[in-house]
């Protein structure tokens, strides 16, 4: 049978009395959130923000989860000291854990245990608290906001303001969203931002909502320049001629002198109210997956008739190359209606010219590339790999901008019609990066997702790179990335597990990428599920 999806829950994480890890300074700490369906087998669902010298953080970023009532879903949140900017949590400080199910975390809505080392001795008096909340509003409010004559907190320069929007909760308030710091300025404009209404005000438009603005400062010391409370219901009010304003008042300031009148004002000039579609109303709604893998056939991988190599097939019939086709193949050809795949290979020198080909299709058909099914490309591959001369360079641009022609094309449709993926398997060595770089980037634009699985135990840190997760991935010329469309994967950390691990974990952003990228665009899935 089936395992039903019960219901979303967002869970907020905090944390009191943390390690300080850090020399001179505090630590800076960050939760990973991990599940597992295996004894030993742990995956990353998702990490929050860092919060920069801080021993009782408390995440602005939510996790939200999908709760089954009848699988005992276990969790393990990780609190690591960052200090670097790479992905891999092995070289950063380990600050302790807990491990739970989200049946105990739902059942008592909000959990607050002490932290563990890894051999399960305390980790100090740290202590983690989680609150769990049914998310039953797909509502999203879109903000933009600006703030002006804010008091200076900083002796030398002006403030560096950012905003903190809190939910009133039956325990007190809990943070809903943190806004960029703006530097320097008090007069600051912040960026566009969205707060899911289930994390402002739980979808009541008149319940409380509290706005604390403060002055960063590096070593965590963040000044209170003034609050204000008011409802959704108030923001709403706002338009870009006549913005809703509230003051911002220090408790402090008034009491000290008479004539207080405000901190500064803070400015909403729009705040609309959007119902936020997610991966299955574009999916139930028509709108397509078009997937394409590319294969890395550069001479790095080794003689393919060698059994070192990483294409060399088994007397079994199995390569990694294999193995990565089949698992994520079969997840995405259920959403692929007519489960013809186009299927490339890339650094090979083909026949009959025996010229490099940086996008060659691996049934040697330009004109009809597409292969029947996941069974149709493992095919293709095994025919492919005997007739072709592994080479170099390791250019992954051509097939990108290949794909991404095509997204471009559907870019032209006014709903959410068409979506591509393209798989790249390869072992991880890396010729064309900057122009990789331009090519992602330019990609973000359109409806379109890249995930990499890297085979083989070579260095993978150019991928970990084009996989934006520690900030947005910027072109050589500076330019950023509109949103991170990279998911990138060592296969060898999921060797030994069970097949759909592989899968899970590969295609573990898929479904926020495509939901976004429609949201951004504000395209509506072709048949909209809630208007018929």
Known sequence: MATQCVTKVELTVSCENLLDKDIGSKSDPLCV??????????????????V???????FAKKFVIDYYFEIVQKLKFGIYDIDNKTVDLSDDDFLGQLECTLGQVVSSKKLTRPLVLKNKSPAGKGTI??????????????FEVEARKLDNKDLFGKSDPYLEFYKQTATGWQLAHRTEVVNNNLNPTWKPFRIPLQSLCGGDLEKPIKVECYDYDNDGSHDLIGVFETTMTRFQQASRTSPAEFECVNSKKKQKKKSYKNSGVVSVKTCQVVKEYTFLDYIMGGCQINFTVAIDFTGSNGDPRSPQSLHYISPQGVNEYLSAIWSVGNVIQDYDTDKMFPAFGFGAQIPPTWQVSHEFPLNFNPANPFCTGIEGVVEAYRACLPQVKLYGPTNFSPIINHVACFAKQALQQTTAAQYYVLLIITDGVITDMDETRSAIVNASRLPMSIIIVGVGGADFSAMEFLDGDDGRLRSQTGETAMRDIVQFVPYRQFQNAPSQALAQSVLAELPQQVASFFSIFKLKPPNDPNTS
Do not use: F
Request: negative net charge; proline residues 3%.
């Open 52 to 58: 920069q010298n801080c021993l009782c953080p408390k």
């Open 129 to 142: 608290t989680i609150s769990a909340e049914e998310v039953k509003d797909s509502r999203v409010a879109n």
């Open 33 to 50: 959130l991990q599940t597992s369906s295996s004894e030993s087998q742990w995956y990353e669902v998702d990490r929050t923000e860092k």
